[in-house]
């Protein structure tokens, strides 16, 4: 296998075997916790979230068809598609996109691990569309097989700078990450505010921004100034997220003032 498996028990060995044929779904997801559209949306019956709602799901590699609507529906993009079918030091791996620029066929793009970080340049072969006005696209990058199980993303530029050009004379940004934890872009949280969205909470379900490290410190008044203008109020009405504990431990000591 090129890439290392680090959980034995989640399947790939058995999906990298299986993406020799074609493309099989990998699944990626590590959290406890009470979710299964990925069981809903396979129409093979492929992936089973059993015994209860908040077990890991399990694929059965051979019931898959290599279809793609768990990628597309997982809403913690903790499924991708591994194809390993060319057999020349060559995969095709495909990943849910819900952040801006217009992917085509033939672009060449960085493709980045889970933490964002790029790992190699990979060709789009092709971009499928899944959902209606804000759909995810799905992209079939191919990468070398060594970094196939690691891919998690591509990256564009968004705008690209003229060399030299003075910082006060550059266009204004159209867009940017606007929840850096989890990646979700300005005009992805617009998008999804066209299409109706009035309260953080939905926002948050259907972005996931405010999901991760800093659970919404960073992003939450932005988020409320978009709202507010989406929905023509007071940004101080729109609410907040709820207020949960650190996803890490933290020592009692460190909450009382001290740097160790
Ligand atoms: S890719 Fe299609 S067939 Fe395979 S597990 Fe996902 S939904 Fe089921
Ligand atoms: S839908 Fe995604 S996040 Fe939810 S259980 Fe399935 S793989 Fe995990």
New binding site residues.
Partial sequence: MGSEVTDETNGWQEAWEAAENGAVAV?D?H?E?P?????EACPNGA?R?EPHVCA??RLDPGACNGCGR?VA????M??FLLDRRERNGFARVTVPYEMGGKPVEGDVVQVVDGEGKALTEGKILKVRAWGGEAPTLLLTVRVPEEVALKVRGVRYRLIELDEGLEVENAPPLLDYPICRCEDVSLQNVRETLRSGVRSLLTLRRATRVGLGYCQGLFCQSSLREELAAAAGREAWKMGSFRVRPPVRPVKLGRLGGENA
């Fill in positions: 699944m997801c959290e916790i979710c299964n559209p990925c069981q992936i979230v890991l799901p768990c529906l997982c809403p913690g903790a499924v």
